[in-house]
């Protein structure tokens, strides 16, 4: 096949031995093929900002954010010092969803990009939010574990899939309440290849990080329909929401807030009353940024749809690449930190065929994750 497409676009000569325009065509779709491929992530960017809502109305009939109950530190049955922000001043937090029995995935972080704590000259620090265990052993393991490493933070709720919502309004709550000053907080799933210099990197070029207003940033899901089957675990009915779509939101897999983006969801959050069955936890941060007046940014580094095969130079790119396992994680993170950054033309050659191939994989069946 590719010897018949160079076939095509081999030069070629009428009777008069005048040249065709076959040749021009053939070196125009090259370079068109080039350009998109070094422009990816910018072709997605726009698509995907073409077809999001354009403004957001605050929800009619939610409670003012002075109703909010504060958060308390007695809501939480573990956690580090309420202090820890106020003494290191982080400019980024990064909130790690994770179960109690992830203790690999946890110490993967850790020895990976969760042990970093100054990145582009910046402080950054990295917590574990989780539920309540319902095997006492895990329990246990889990109170050695905060004593030892003091990163975890426990709510006063069972930790199961269903009530991941409730461990998202937690972790709001707590980084609302103990890290106010806080420029951004990140939420990471624990599955989640997280680089907090790619994001610190795309913060500063795009715009000056201290005039930012709101900023949710991510992986923009658009027009996602309410899944209505009572067998799947997504299932939503229409008691609990009626309207036919959600609005546009960033995937749970990792998203930012800016500081006025967290106190406006956080507060709303806080003061909607949550319907039952819970909405998925992503779809419900959707719905607390929608009330707060706040739009979705999408971000093309942010993974969230078919799986990125693995490529030095687009890891290095890329802000987060979800469903990596504990020991991909570390084998990854140290072949992306064992050189130096990657030229600009590497980069974005690298980015452009993790994309390509990524699409390809997910339109041949091959395994994705939202």
């Given at each position: 096949?590719?010897?018949?497409?160079?076939w095509v676009c081999k030069p070629r000569f009428g009777k008069r031995g005048i040249r065709t325009g076959l040749p021009v065509l053939c070196a125009v779709s090259a370079t068109a093929v080039l350009l998109a491929l070094l422009f990816t992530d910018f072709i997605e960017l726009w698509v995907?900002?073409?077809?999001?809502?354009?403004?957001?109305?605050?929800?009619?009939?939610?409670?003012?954010?002075?109703?909010?109950?504060?958060?308390?530190?007695e809501e939480f049955l573990l956690m580090?010092?309420?202090?820890?922000?106020?003494?290191?001043?982080?400019?980024l937090i990064t909130m790690v969803i994770s179960a109690?029995?992830?203790?690999?995935?946890?110490?993967?972080?850790?020895?990976?990009w969760g042990g970093e704590v100054q990145v582009r000259g910046l402080r950054v620090m990295t917590f574990f939010m989780v539920g309540v265990a319902s095997d006492p052993g895990l329990t246990k393991l889990l109170i050695e574990e905060a004593r030892e490493r003091g990163d975890l933070i426990q709510g006063r709720f069972l930790d199961s899939y269903s009530n991941l919502t409730l461990k998202t309004l937690s972790m709001l709550s707590w980084?609302?309440?103990?890290?106010?000053?806080?420029?951004?907080m990140a939420k990471v799933d624990d599955d989640v290849l997280f680089n907090p210099g790619a994001l610190l990197h795309f913060l500063n070029k795009s715009r000056n990080p201290y005039e930012r207003g709101d900023l949710y940033?991510?992986?923009?899901?658009?027009?996602?329909?309410?899944?209505?089957d009572p067998d799947s675990k997504h299932y939503l009915?229409?008691?609990?929401?009626?309207?036919?779509?959600?609005?546009?939101?960033?995937?749970?897999?990792?998203?930012?807030?800016?500081?006025?983006?967290?106190?406006?969801i956080s507060l709303a959050a806080s003061a909607s009353p949550l319907s039952t069955p819970l909405p998925p936890e992503d779809v419900f941060v959707g719905l607390c940024a929608r009330a707060a007046g706040v739009l979705p940014s999408h971000c093309p580094l942010f993974s969230g749809g078919p799986v990125m095969p693995f490529g030095r130079c687009c890891y290095?790119?890329?802000?987060?690449?979800h469903n990596i396992p504990p020991k991909k994680m570390l084998q990854y993170w140290a072949d992306i930190q064992s050189s130096q950054p990657c030229a600009w033309l590497s980069a974005r050659a690298s980015l452009g065929l993790c994309k390509i191939r990524a699409m390809l994989g997910y339109a041949l069946g091959l395994k994705s994750t939202l």
């Open positions: 096949m590719l010897g018949r497409g160079l995907t900002s073409m077809r999001m809502n354009a403004a957001v109305e605050p929800q009619v009939g939610i409670f003012p954010p002075q109703s909010a109950v504060p958060t308390r530190p580090p010092s309420p202090l820890v922000c106020q003494r290191a001043k982080p400019y109690p029995a992830n203790q690999r995935a946890r110490q993967a972080i850790r020895d990976t980084g609302r309440r103990f890290c106010p000053q806080v420029h951004f940033l991510g992986r923009v899901h658009l027009r996602v329909a309410p899944d209505r009915p229409s008691g609990a929401y009626a309207p036919s779509v959600f609005p546009d939101y960033c995937s749970g897999t990792a998203y930012v807030l800016s500081r006025s983006a967290l106190l406006k290095q790119a890329m802000v987060s690449i």
